[in-house]
T-cell receptor
Framework: AQSVTQLGSHVSVSEGALVLLRCNYS??????LFWYVQYPNQGLQLLLK??????LVKGINGFEAEFKKSETSFHLTKPSAHMSDAAEYFC???????????FGKGTMLLVSP | DTGVSQNPRHKITKRGQNVTFRCDPI?????LYWYRQTLGQGPEFLTY????????KSRLLSDRFSAERPKGSFSTLEIQRTEQGDSAMYLC???????????FGNGTRLTVT
């Protein structure tokens, strides 16, 4: 079975502050991991993906995530938040050999001026 | 790449009516997925196709739901005898193959009154 847990349904930061969104996965085999972003009334857009190459993955809009097998984590970070980063972020896992993505419940990122 | 297109964007229907949604995937993608998203939740997998073959169905997909992809291009999702619990955003996604990122459409928001 595959699953992801996103800690914190809401995260609030000030503009310019560090963004840290947490994701832990559960799988018995090495997973593929993804972060998606969703703006209101829109579909999901891929931010970045981990597919067993480098453990530090860089994505769009200045986001990056680090795969830590020992902690079964794939946290999303950005050094300096922008107002335009306010959105909902989803972590997703796909086990090798599975054809479907399983999503976490999402974390809403709120950015204040 | 014109992206994944979903129609209609919004659908309001009365309980007991049938509804049908359409998804046009990215043309070279042979995988097509349907997900459902309710407020405060991540997308939940419903079903997926490889070309015209429906390869997997979630237990969430009751017998009132049916999906088709007749020529391996566009897909339709029909809900018969709608219930208020069917109110959700229905997301379509496509991908070129196993473990590839999913490209999502903007979804169809269904409201059952």
């Amino acid at each position: 079975a595959q699953s992801v847990t996103q800690l914190g349904s809401h995260v609030s930061v000030s503009e310019g502050a560090l963004v840290l969104l947490r994701c832990n996965y559960s799988s018995s085999v090495p997973p593929y991991l993804f972060w998606y972003v969703q703006y209101p009334n829109q579909g999901l857009q891929l931010l970045l993906k981990y597919t067993s190459a480098a453990t530090l993955v860089k994505g769009i809009n200045g986001f990056e995530a680090e795969f830590k097998k020992s902690e079964t984590s794939f946290h999303l970070t950005k050094p300096s938040a922008h107002m335009s980063d306010a959105a909902e972020y989803f972590c997703a896992v796909n086990l090798r050999g599975y054809s479907t993505l399983t999503f976490g419940k999402g974390t809403m990122l709120l950015v204040s001026p | 790449d014109t992206g994944v297109s979903q129609n209609p964007r919004h659908k309001i229907t009365k309980r007991g009516q049938n509804v049908t949604f359409r998804c046009d995937p990215i043309s070279e993608h042979n995988r097509l997925y349907w997900y459902r998203q309710t407020l405060g939740q991540g997308p939940e997998f419903l079903t997926y196709f490889q070309n015209e073959a429906q390869l997997e169905k979630s237990r969430l997909l009751s017998d009132r739901f049916s999906a088709e992809r007749p020529k391996g291009s566009f897909s339709t999702l029909e809900i018969q005898r709608t219930e208020q619990g069917d109110s959700a955003m229905y997301l379509c996604a496509s991908s070129p193959g196993d473990n590839s990122p999913l490209h999502f459409g903007n979804g169809t928001r269904l409201t059952v009154t």
